[in-house]
């Protein structure tokens, strides 16, 4: 991860890899019992990836995209013994096409390890947009930051409810947004 950062750092925007606590935090709440398919976006060596792993129903579907090849081999590896997960080389921008492919119209729950704030206006809407299409009816969309707060007004921008839980016990300290309701991109105020 800290070779990614030096060599690609806006698009990896983390030197190391989410705590177990921020893993935790992020998919708290989740009901296991019921989401039958969940999508990771940029999931880095994977750190969220095993702890959804663990708590997943066997029957859920999880896909996990990642664009660096070399983070993708690694992941690929280590999840290949885990059936229900299939991690696949891919650009987030186009996740919903990757999801239909699969014949997965609706997902639980989109999960996001993305550096979305640095990403360019178009490319946060058709992730966002796509995510608000694809998300089934009181699922959510979660997103990782170390940045704890600052871009809660972004957020906001997009979805008509935003939390924010902080996560002190992170290198660095950090949180997740848990998103619901989106109502398309707003101007900024
Ligand atoms: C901050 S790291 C997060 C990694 C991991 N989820 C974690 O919590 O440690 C961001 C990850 O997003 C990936 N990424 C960046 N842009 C992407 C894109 N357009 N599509 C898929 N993955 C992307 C990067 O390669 C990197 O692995």
Same mark, same amino acid.
């Given at each position: 991860?800290?070779?990614?950062?030096?060599?690609?750092?806006?698009?990896?925007?983390?030197?190391?890899?989410?705590?177990?606590?921020?893993?935790?935090?992020?998919?708290?709440?989740?009901?296991?019992?019921?989401?039958?398919?969940?999508?990771?976006?940029? %999931?880095?060596?994977?750190?969220?990836?095993?702890?959804?792993?663990?708590?997943?129903?066997?029957?859920?579907?999880?896909?996990?995209?990642?664009?660096?090849?070399?983070?993708?081999?690694?992941?690929?590896?280590?999840?290949?013994?885990?059936?229900?997960?299939?991690?696949?080389?891919?650009?987030?921008?186009?996740?919903?096409?990757?999801?239909?492919?699969?014949?997965?119209?609706?997902?639980?729950?989109?999960?996001?390890?993305?550096?979305?704030?640095?990403?360019?206006?178009?490319?946060?809407?058709?992730?966002?947009?796509?995510?608000?299409?694809?998300?089934?009816?009181?699922?959510?969309?979660?997103?990782?930051?170390?940045?704890?707060?600052?871009?809660?007004?972004?957020?906001?921008?997009?979805?008509?409810?935003?939390?924010?839980?902080?996560?002190?016990?992170?290198?660095?300290?950090?949180?997740?947004?848990?998103?619901?309701?989106?109502?398309?991109?707003?101007? %900024?105020?």
């Amino acid at each position: 991860m800290m070779r990614a950062f030096l060599t690609q750092g806006k698009r990896i925007a983390s030197f190391a890899p989410s705590s177990r606590f921020m893993a935790r935090k992020l998919l708290d709440g989740i009901d296991w019992a019921h989401a039958r398919s969940i999508v990771e976006l940029g %999931a880095g060596t994977g750190p969220i990836t095993a702890e959804l792993v663990r708590l997943a129903h066997p029957k859920a579907r999880l896909v996990v995209i990642e664009l660096d090849p070399v983070l993708c081999g690694r992941l690929q590896a280590r999840f290949r013994e885990s059936p229900n997960v299939e991690v696949v080389l891919g650009d987030a921008t186009k996740f919903g096409e990757i999801l239909a492919a699969r014949g997965i119209p609706k997902v639980d729950h989109v999960l996001s390890g993305l550096p979305l704030p640095s990403f360019p206006a178009a490319a946060r809407d058709a992730i966002l947009e796509t995510s608000a299409k694809t998300i089934s009816a009181g699922g959510t969309f979660r997103q990782l930051t170390v940045m704890p707060l600052i871009y809660y007004k972004m957020y906001r921008r997009y979805f008509e409810d935003v939390r924010f839980r902080f996560v002190p016990f992170n290198l660095p300290p950090g949180g997740v947004y848990v998103c619901r309701g989106y109502r398309g991109a707003q101007p %900024a105020k």
